[in-house]
Every structure is written in structure tokens, then in C-alpha cells.
């Protein structure tokens, strides 16, 4: 595996995982109604956009993004993996180096899911978040490191 900087032209690629992420990883915790609203907020030119903006990491392995996250001042924003590679390091990989750019406190958004991720590195909940998209409530976790 390698990481290194994203670019442009992974837009197609990053956008597939982002949506392929949350319907597959996120299905046990958010309802099926729940992760099309959520995938429904982001379009490929707005993410694309968000991660050219931002400091943005891709995790390759056999010339195929498995992973992404961004980091923009003290917020990580995206930390996203594709379900095959899950719990092998990667997150724990891209949040290192995600994580160097900036100096505590860091903040995260976290999923369901992804909150034991972030409770294990060291992040505490500062609020539970009540997100309404598209009359679907989305609850994640304003975290603190």
C-alpha cells in the first residue's frame, strides 16, 4: 500500500468508495433510507471540490484507491475505506499522517461507526449531532482529540 496526495483525475474512483463506504461499512448502524440521504448530500464535483480544498490523502493498493481522508485546519473531515480493506490498518494509516497537519485540538464528525475508531485514538465525544437530510434523522458524534 502506498499514500500519496490526491488528485484530480481520482475524483471517479474516490466518489465510487465514498458511496460503496457508507452502503456497505455504515449499513449496520444507519437504515437503508438513512445512507441514501447521506450519500444524497455529495455529488462527485462537490467532493471533488471539498478534497482539492482540503489536505488529501489516498491509500493504493494494486493501483486501486481502497482508501481516502482530509484534513482542512482542525478538522478531519473524510476518513473513508473500502469495506474489503477494513480493520488492516489503513484508517489507522491516513489518520497518522492526516493527523501531523495540524495541531491539536482536532475535530471529527463521526459516524456510528466510526466512533469506537476515533474513541480508540484517543478522541472524546463532546455532543451527540441530530442531522435531518431529506426527513431522515443521521446521528453522529461531535468528537474532540
Not at 4 to 20: G, P
Not at 76 to 92: P, S
Request: include cysteine.
Amino acid at each position: 500500500m502506498i499514500i500519496r496526495a490526491y488528485q484530480q483525475t481520482d475524483s471517479y474512483e474516490v466518489f465510487q468508495l465514498f458511496q460503496n463506504t457508507i452502503r456497505v461499512t455504515n449499513s449496520p448502524d444507519y437504515s437503508s433510507a438513512e445512507i441514501e440521504a447521506w450519500i444524497s448530500c455529495t455529488n462527485e464535483i462537490s467532493l471533488n471540490e471539498r478534497l482539492l480544498n482540503s489536505y488529501t490523502l489516498v491509500a493504493v493498493k494494486d493501483n486501486k484507491i481502497i482508501g481516502y481522508g482530509n484534513i482542512q485546519k482542525n478538522m478531519l473531515d473524510h476518513l473513508y475505506i473500502h469495506h474489503n480493506y477494513v480493520h488492516q490498518g489503513v484508517a489507522t494509516k491516513l489518520c497518522d499522517l492526516l493527523e501531523r497537519q495540524t495541531q491539536l485540538p482536532i475535530l471529527v464528525h463521526a459516524s456510528i461507526t466510526a466512533k469506537p475508531f476515533f474513541e480508540k485514538r484517543g478522541y472524546h465525544t463532546l455532543n451527540k449531532r441530530d442531522n435531518f437530510i431529506n426527513n431522515q434523522l443521521l446521528i453522529n458524534y461531535e468528537m474532540q482529540k
